[in-house]
Structure formats: structure tokens, C-alpha cells
């Protein structure tokens, strides 16, 4: 078990990266993680699918199920993964493995189990010398100062050590953008939004919002305060107004409902940014 890399959860999903595809620990991990889980009563086995479909994969697969709470193990190449999962609460049609946010959906209890099973796989990593990350919901600035930390560290220290270029950093009234500016944008539902501004990469910007919410907006859709004028209503760009009054068009033309049609095509010959009150 040399070499042991350090495992990250994401949502359900524990997995760990060896450097070399060969290594043997890969399988010898995976084989810890069965008895772990079979001590906890989850009746480890070749996974049912692989071993009808692919006999020739079913080795390096494996399920089981803990009441509600079910697991796939796949150890194959140079990493393991452990997923769990349930299928209580889903939306995906074809069952709650191929959800996103399984964590988020899970029942109270069945929560409460992968917990318990996460502790247990966390702890046989302990015992061999590596670590498990957990993957922890942050929020604010909080997030904001993760992100650019590991952005900052992939370009080893050198990514915010100076303001960005003019062109990277031009508002769209034309002004500079600086870290801790507070600026106004127009939201998906044409209304303006409020946030603080921190540099992203090349001319993107984070935009922290007073929920803690953490968006990633183009320079040039930031504005400042003084070049903006009413903040109450909506407003929408030629482009959405063209393609909704299109999409009108079109559907009143199959319904057979062709007056309509006709009105809508003359509206959208002369259509200007449309500005809605609130």
C-alpha cells in the first residue's frame, strides 16, 4: 500500500489516483474497502449489471446495499472509486446512481448511513497513512478565497500578484474593474443585481452577491453604480426579445393561428429593446 494517494470525496463519491496504472494497491485498497463495507452489512458482490453484460469488467466492479443505502465499487487502471447512492428520493428516470446531488436528496436516515459508512472508509484510509478530503459546501468569501487560492496555486503563486490587463478588466461603461469594486448586472430575469468584484482569469470576474452567492460574470456586463441609471424593471437585449418573438411566430404558424402569426411578424420587424416595469 505504498505510494497511498489522497482520496477526495465529491457529493457521494469517495476516489483516489496512483501515479502508476499498474500499481497493485489500487486492487488491494478496493479489497480493504469490501471487507469494511461487509462489516457494515452491506453484502459486497460482483455488481448484477457488468456481470450480465460485461463478464470480461465484472472483476474490477462490485455492489451492495445497506437497507435504503446502496454502493458501487470500481477499481480498474490507476484509481478507486466508492459511489453511493439511494433510490427513495430521485429524478433522474433511470434511477438515483445517475442523479446529481445525491447527498442533497437523500432521506434523513439513509444521509445518516453514508455518514456513518464515509467514517469507516475514512478511517481505513487513516490506518494507511493518507487522508480523505471531504467535500465541504462553502459559501461567500470563503469560496471565493478557495477558488482563487487554487487557481492561484496551479500558476504557483503568480496568478493575482498584479492587476489584470486594461482589456481584462474594462466594465461595460468602458471604466476599470478592481478587486472589492462594487458593481451592478443584469440577472437572468432582466432585473440588476448587486455584488462586490474579485478577478477571476483572463477578463472573467467573480461577483459576490450579499447572499454569499458567488457568480461568474464577463467584465463587460459589470457595471458601476454611477453609470447605470434606474434600478427598478426589466430590461431585455434586442437579441432575447428577437428570438422570443420568433419562437411566438413560429408556434402561432403551426397552430394555424395565422393573424397572429401576422402581428407577431410585424412587431418583429420593428423590435427595439423592450423595457418592462416592474
Known sequence: MEHLPEFKEHDTTIIGWWNDPNDLGVAAFRDRVLEVLNRRDFGMGRDPYYTKHYK?????????????????????????????????????????????????????????????????????????GGTLKLDVKLKGYA?????RDELDAFHRGRMYDRAPELYNATSGAKKRLRDGDIVFFRHFDGR???????????????????????????????????????????????????????????RAVRAERFEQAAVLRDVLARVAPLKVAA
Open 56 to 128: 470480461i469488467l465484472a472483476k474490477y466492479h462490485h455492489y451492495g446495499r445497506q437497507g435504503a443505502l446502496e454502493v458501487k465499487t470500481e477499481a480498474s487502471g490507476r484509481s478507486c472509486k466508492i459511489e453511493f447512492f439511494q433510490n427513495l428520493v430521485v429524478e433522474n428516470r433511470n434511477g438515483g446512481y445517475y442523479d446529481f446531488g445525491k447527498r442533497q436528496k437523500m432521506p434523513y436516515l439513509v444521509g445518516k448511513q453514508y455518514e456513518a459508512a464515509r467514517r469507516a472508509i475514512a478511517a481505513l484510509i487513516e490506518s494507511l
Open 143 to 147: 469560496l471565493l478565497k478557495a477558488e
Open 192 to 250: 440588476w443585481q448587486r455584488g462586490q468584484t474579485w478577478h477571476h482569469i483572463n477578463n472573467m470576474w467573480w461577483v459576490l452577491l450579499p447572499c454569499g452567492t458567488v457568480r461568474n460574470i464577463a467584465a463587460f456586463e459589470l457595471f458601476h453604480r454611477e453609470d447605470i441609471g434606474e434600478l427598478r424593471g426589466r430590461w431585455f437585449s434586442q437579441q432575447r426579445v428577437a428570438k422570443r418573438l420568433g419562437d411566438l411566430k413560429e
